[in-house]
């Protein structure tokens, strides 16, 4: 999207026209900002864009999202791998099974998808497989099908 509107070296590089430019570049160039606001404010929550209501310029936004939300696709991995194993420490008393089983079907979901085409992850999805197949409760239990639920 930044590419089509022109405004990626903008928002992600932070670049600047040079001072000796003419009025009629600098004045494309803070239109090209605006553009590029108006495509962040409307990409984001709401509660993120309060976070952001104090920055002016397209890169600053971009660099306080990245410092704030990027996780390294590895990390990220490891911390949704985490997040089902530690699924079931957040069944609370009185939560209702159908709103736990969704969660697991979630979380089960996010990480299935993230073993991608990478190496390790290849081994870590053909483990959620052999799991999924043996129906190893403890560690991997299957996702009862969306139909399954229906009463």
Same mark, same amino acid.
């Given at each position: 999207m930044l590419d089509t509107m022109s405004v990626r070296d903008i928002v992600?590089?932070?670049?600047?026209?040079?001072? @000796?430019?003419?009025?009629?570049?600098? $004045?494309?160039?803070?239109? #090209? /900002?605006?553009?590029? !606001?108006?495509?962040?404010?409307?990409?984001?929550s709401k509660p993120i864009v309060k976070k952001i209501a104090n920055l002016?310029?397209?890169?600053?936004?971009?660099?306080?999202?990245?410092?704030?939300?990027?996780? @390294?696709?590895?990390?990220?991995?490891? $911390?949704?791998?985490?997040? #089902? /194993?530690?699924?079931? !420490?957040?069944?609370?008393?009185?939560?209702?099974?159908?709103?736990?089983?969704?969660?697991?079907?979630?979380?089960?979901?996010?990480?299935?998808?993230?073993?991608?085409?990478?190496?390790?992850?290849?081994?870590?999805?053909?483990?959620?497989?052999?799991?999924?197949?043996?129906? #190893?409760?403890?560690?991997?239990?299957?996702?009862?099908?969306?139909?399954?639920?229906?009463?």
């Amino acid at each position: 999207m930044l590419d089509t509107m022109s405004v990626r070296d903008i928002v992600i590089d932070g670049i600047k026209p040079a001072a @000796d430019v003419s009025e009629t570049e600098h $004045h494309g160039y803070r239109e #090209l /900002c605006k553009q590029a !606001l108006l495509v962040l404010i409307q990409s984001l929550s709401k509660p993120i864009v309060k976070k952001i209501a104090n920055l002016r310029s397209p890169h600053q936004i971009w660099t306080f999202l990245k410092q704030t939300y990027y996780m @390294d696709p590895a990390l990220s991995f490891v $911390h949704q791998v985490a997040a #089902l /194993c530690l699924l079931p !420490l957040q069944l609370e008393k009185g939560m209702a099974v159908m709103e736990f089983m969704d969660k697991y079907d979630e979380q089960w979901d996010r990480v299935h998808q993230m073993t991608g085409p990478n190496q390790y992850r290849q081994v870590f999805r053909q483990f959620l497989e052999e799991a999924l197949q043996k129906r #190893l409760p403890d560690l991997c239990p299957q996702p009862a099908a969306p139909h399954a639920r229906t009463l």
